[in-house]
């Protein structure tokens, strides 16, 4: 017992445990959870993980121009730049509040952001 008095430390334990398994559940819905992200006025459309993974990607024909090849590589990354945006913004709106209440604010180790 603390000076003080009243700290259980079993239930600290316990709460930290749940916050701990909470953060897990997050982690994993996050993982599966796809997002997209487009450029070129929808042109290019790529598919990520709320973590972060490509998934997919789609090109538009009206894109591709055999003889500017640059320009239809700048569209690809910036859709998948757009789309692991989306999915830092989604992790961020989903985890956030479970790290802070660990104590993080968003810097546990791990996390996206």
Same mark, same amino acid.
């Given at each position: =017992?603390?000076?003080?008095?009243?700290? /259980? =430390?079993? #239930?600290?334990?316990? #709460?930290?445990?749940? =916050?701990?398994?909470?953060?897990? %559940?997050?982690? #994993?819905?996050?993982? +599966? *959870?796809?997002?997209?992200?487009?450029?070129?006025?929808?042109?290019?459309? %790529? *598919?990520?993980?709320?973590?972060?993974?490509?998934?997919?990607?789609?090109? /538009?024909?009206?894109?591709? /121009?055999?003889? /500017?090849?640059?320009?239809?590589?700048?569209?690809?990354? %910036?859709?998948?730049?757009?789309?692991?945006?989306?999915?830092?913004?989604?992790?961020? +709106?989903?985890?956030?509040?479970? %790290? #802070?209440?660990?104590?993080?604010?968003?810097?546990?180790?791990?996390?996206?952001?």
């Amino acid at each position: =017992m603390f000076p003080g008095g009243g700290v /259980d =430390m079993q #239930q600290l334990l316990q #709460q930290a445990q749940k =916050m701990q398994q909470d953060l897990a %559940a997050a982690q #994993q819905e996050l993982a +599966e *959870t796809p997002v997209e992200g487009s450029a070129g006025g929808g042109l290019v459309k %790529a *598919t990520v993980t709320g973590s972060g993974e490509l998934t997919g990607l789609v090109i /538009d024909p009206r894109a591709v /121009d055999p003889e /500017d090849t640059e320009t239809l590589a700048d569209l690809v990354i %910036a859709a998948v730049r757009d789309a692991n945006n989306a999915a830092q913004e989604l992790a961020k +709106e989903k985890l956030g509040p479970l %790290a #802070q209440g660990l104590g993080g604010g968003g810097g546990l180790p791990g996390l996206p952001f």
